[in-house]
């Protein structure tokens, strides 16, 4: 997931100029650098690094697992010790998930050796240095700060060949490995010793955090490594910076403490997450990619939309985006998908250009698109303290959109070019029998969902005790039966982009090809969905699942096949889940570094206190208005996305800039659920991912492609301006996040944002029924926003909130219906004692009297001096969750004011639509017929 090492770009570029694109063995070394490690040692070292992978999968899946303790549970005393003593809490498993982590990333990653990397490895520690023996200037006992130093240079100066690892990184490797073991090995004796760290935490801490850094460089490029330098510095130098983001500065005792010792830093949420969700998804994409399941979403995604106009783009579009289901990684997933589709998009007419910049979107499209959303979705259930179900719901809608335009963004660059699709393999079939073949296959899938899920309910309460069994065989029987489906066709191969295309494969055996690839989805999306297991067990039986595939499937095969060779095929599906293990594993390992080292940006953020810092800058900068803050935290998301990979910069961004926008908006009136808000901030954090001159993304499509990779990554953008529009539209209307909506209104919010977001995508493009003219833009643009924002031309005729006194609160709920809101603008103080105003919404709630309803919100008033005054609030009541405090001054009451359906204002929306279509339908010229 290291998918943005800026270092690399120049190299990738120089590749790229003048050729038609990089070789297989230049792409997959381009994947090695960034994503599982560039270095190519001796048999025995790889071997080493293989087993060490393989062991750190194995451990990943051993402590999700139920096996601990139920062997725990055992009478039998060797199985019951071995049981309890394998049970570990959460700080010991983040302790050995990160010692793996950087025990690879030493031998997997060799150090850059340019000279601002040079410089980067060498001023880094040295920075360090100084700041931990400024730290502990009150300490007589820092002699040995200086020789860590020292010893972390002279390793950076020795070199870091690609061909072998060296004894000093070998050295690094161990000693970074040991420090993190340190919080497993000495966990006892830190527990009694909290706060008051001993000379040993001193040693460990200032090693860790250096190598840490190091090993951030290596893995994920300069970015990370320096944005976490910078925060260190803040924390330690805090009285030396601008008054506005002063703070008291932190001595060496309280960083070792908050940053390594305890959970508050490096080995807090973040790593946590990583360690108990994140990596578990990425070693079940990886298993589901070796037993071939993303060479099946290309084939299908290719037969069933290759023959359209710019059919391969669009085909590039859909299999990216089942590719996203499986992969969290950009790069990777342009590479995987993109050495298959830009050939043929370019074969189609498409520019190199454009062929890598439809790559590159609809790849990192793939971080927004839920179960993983590049591990995003899992810190956010930690962040926001809402279950993984409402996450994926509350980002499903958008991110579903968004695909869909981009699809329709390579269909309007299809129209403007006349471009044509690749032949079909069959004809196709006439309007009625496909309409008619649709409806049977989604009565047929609805059929079975239903009689499944009943099912499942039937053989759990009917069969307690054996109900596990009865539906692994269940599972079982259907895998085979598919199986038995899929071998009756010909196997997929990946067909050759350069050769000579004659025809698609053909939808109906490709699809037929490959779907029990699908049943380990289904299990991952039926645990997490509807038996509402957490994450981490889902993906552990989705995983183990997996596992039970890559060990059958071949055999099996062989088997139905009739191919003979059974020892063989047994070996090969040995082979293949060997090949998955490591993987998953070597994928990890820039996401457990990237997760510790911005679990030390959290950790200062949380020490330090930045967050209302930066909130006072980021309020004097807009001047209090909210469009302003709203710009500029989604431009400070951008700056800080870049060069970071997908969960690095999410936990960098919400940490710093999602409780901005709810203090600011809270203030201002706005009043955003923090789900929406953590979204704002990670979306506009992957757009750094398209966005030149950083994204390696787009500069491994132009490396495929043969384009120039500004250009392709000026394209992206542009291609993405429609996910940098989502964030700002479900800001203002939540119903987008599917946000207390039923499923009829949810459906209605799909369709019509669905419509407004392709009329959005036909103004920028340009082009609509035909080329578009200035004023058919700005229309599209104002029936687009009308669509998707209809309340905010209902408020500026009827508004929806009535003023009401201060003095007139309980007269006002007691008008109010139970369910309508009430907005109470609130003076009092802040957390340290600074004048604020702020909106707190509350719902009514029933009662008989307005002094009841207003007393069941929790709070209580009183008149003192003619200032209606916050008595008190019941402590968990709705009134505290707001934000509502004894001694504050309610300065306005809004009530909600009847108000005509926002939806009316579709009709002059619809109206002017059809203006458009009307003017453009002129001057359409007649066309050849397309396939």
């Not at 998009?345 to 454009?354: A, I, L, P, Q, T």
Request: glycine share 8%; hydrophobic share 55%; net charge negative.
């Amino acid at each position: 997931m290291s998918d943005d090492k800026q270092f690399q770009a120049a190299a990738v570029e120089n590749q790229a100029s003048g050729k038609g694109g990089l070789s297989q063995a230049e792409l997959d070394a381009l994947v090695a650098s960034s994503d599982t490690g560039g270095r190519s040692p001796s048999l025995p070292i790889v071997r080493l690094i293989t087993i060490t992978a393989i062991v750190w999968s194995l451990f990943q899946l051993w402590i999700a697992s139920p096996i601990p303790y139920i062997m725990n549970a055992s009478d039998i005393g060797l199985i019951k010790w071995i049981g309890s003593n394998t049970i570990l809490n959460d700080t010991e498993t983040r302790s050995i998930h990160l010692a793996f982590a950087l025990f690879l990333a030493y031998l997997a990653y060799p150090a850059e050796r340019s000279p601002v990397q040079m410089g980067l490895a060498i001023g880094v520690p040295a920075i360090m240095t100084f700041l931990f023996i400024y730290g502990a200037k009150d300490d007589t006992a820092i002699w040995w700060i200086p020789l860590i130093g020292l010893a972390m240079i002279a390793a950076v100066l020795l070199g870091s060949p690609k061909d072998r690892v060296p004894p000093w990184e070998w050295a690094l490797a161990i000693i970074g490995a040991a420090a993190s073991l340190y919080i497993f090995v000495a966990y006892d004796g830190i527990a009694q010793r909290v706060g008051a760290p001993i000379t040993q935490d001193f040693v460990v801490a200032v090693i860790g955090i250096i190598i840490l850094l190091e090993a951030t460089r290596r893995a994920l490029g300069p970015a990370l490594m320096i944005v976490a330098t910078v925060f260190l510095v803040y924390t330690f130098l805090g009285p030396m910076m601008p008054s506005i983001i002063a703070h008291k500065g932190n001595n060496l005792s309280e960083v070792v403490n908050h940053q390594w010792i305890t959970t508050e830093g490096v080995f807090g949420i973040a790593l946590g997450v990583s360690t108990s969700f994140v990596f578990l998804f990425v070693l079940f994409g990886s298993l589901l990619d070796k037993a071939g399941a993303g060479n099946y979403f290309i084939q299908v995604a290719f037969s069933l939309m290759g023959h359209m106009r710019g059919g391969p783009a669009k085909a590039a579009v859909v299999s990216s985006a089942m590719t996203g289901l499986i992969s969290g990684s950009s790069i990777a997933n342009v590479v995987t998908t993109g050495t298959f589709t830009i050939p043929l998009m370019k074969r189609v007419g498409f520019s190199s250009e454009k062929a890598g910049a439809v790559e590159v979107a609809s790849s990192v499209n793939g971080q927004i698109m839920p179960p993983v959303m590049g591990a995003a979705a899992f810190l956010m259930v930690e962040y926001v303290g809402i279950p993984y179900f409402d996450v994926v719901k509350h980002a499903f809608v958008p991110a579903v959109i968004s695909y869909i335009a981009l699809v329709y963004i390579v269909h309007l660059e299809a129209m403007k070019a006349n471009l044509q699709g690749l032949p079909r393999a069959v004809a196709p079939k006439p309007l009625v029998a496909w309409l008619m073949s649709l409806a049977f296959t989604i009565a047929v899938i609805c059929a079975l969902s239903f009689a499944v899920y009943y099912g499942m309910g039937w053989i759990r309460p009917a069969f307690p005790e054996t109900a596990g069994y009865i539906i692994f065989v269940l599972l079982v029987a259907v895998y085979v039966a598919l199986l038995f489906v899929s071998c009756r066709e010909a196997r997929l191969k990946l067909e050759d982009p350069n050769a000579p295309v004659t025809k698609l494969p053909i939808p109906g055996p490709t699809i037929r090809s490959g779907l029990h690839f699908l049943l380990p989805v289904v299990v991952l999306v039926w645990a997490l969905m509807v038996d509402r297991l957490s994450p981490g067990l889902s993906a552990f039986w989705a995983a183990a699942f997996m596992v039970f595939i890559l060990l059958t499937q071949r055999p099996i095969e062989a088997i139905f096949r009739g191919e003979g060779k059974l020892g063989g095929a047994v070996a090969q599906g040995v082979h293949e889940l060997k090949e998955g293990l490591e993987a998953g594993a070597r994928n990890m390992i820039g996401i457990g570094i990237a997760t510790a080292t911005a679990g030390i940006i959290v950790g200062a953020v949380s020490q330090t206190g930045v967050g209302s810092a930066l909130a006072d800058v980021v309020e004097v900068l807009s001047g209090g208005n909210i469009m302003a803050i709203l710009v500029l935290t989604a431009i400070l998301s951008l700056i800080l996305g870049m060069g970071l990979p997908t969960t690095a910069n999410y936990i960098v961004v919400s940490a710093l800039l999602a409780p901005v926008i709810v203090t600011l908006g809270q203030q201002n009136g706005l009043i955003v659920p923090l789900i929406a808000v953590h979204l704002f901030v990670f979306y506009f954090g992957i757009m750094a991912d398209v966005t030149p001159p950083v994204g390696l993304a787009s500069f491994a499509a132009a490396a495929v492609s043969g384009g120039d990779p500004i250009r392709t990554g000026v394209v992206a953008f542009f291609y993405s301006l429609r996910t940098a529009a989502l964030p700002f539209l479900f800001i203002f209307n939540t119903d987008l996040l599917l946000i207390n909506v039923d499923w009829i209104h949810g459906i209605f919010v799909f369709v019509t944002a669905t419509i407004a977001m392709l009329l959005f995508a036909a103004a920028t493009q340009g082009w609509f029924l035909t080329r578009n003219r200035i004023h058919e833009t700005v229309l599209l643009l104002l029936i687009a926003f009308s669509i998707f924002r209809p309340g905010f031309w209902m408020d500026m005729i009827v508004p929806p909130f009535n003023s009401v006194a201060p003095a007139q609160l309980e007269q006002a709920f007691a008008d109010a219906n139970p369910g309508d809101e009430i907005r109470l603008t609130v003076n009092g103080l802040n957390a340290v004692g600074d004048p604020v105003t702020f909106t707190a919404p509350l719902k009514v709630p029933e009662g008989e009297t307005g002094a009841d309803r207003l007393l069941a919100t929790g709070v209580e008033v009183l008149d003192a001096d003619g200032k209606v005054m916050i008595d008190n609030v019941a402590f968990g009541s709705a009134g505290a969750e707001v934000g509502l405090d004894w001694d504050q001054e309610i300065t306005q009451v809004l009530s909600q004011a009847s108000q005509p359906s926002k939806y009316l204002m579709y009709l002059p929306a619809l109206l002017l639509l059809a203006g458009v279509v009307m003017m453009q339908r002129r001057r359409i010229q007649p066309t050849p017929a397309t396939a």
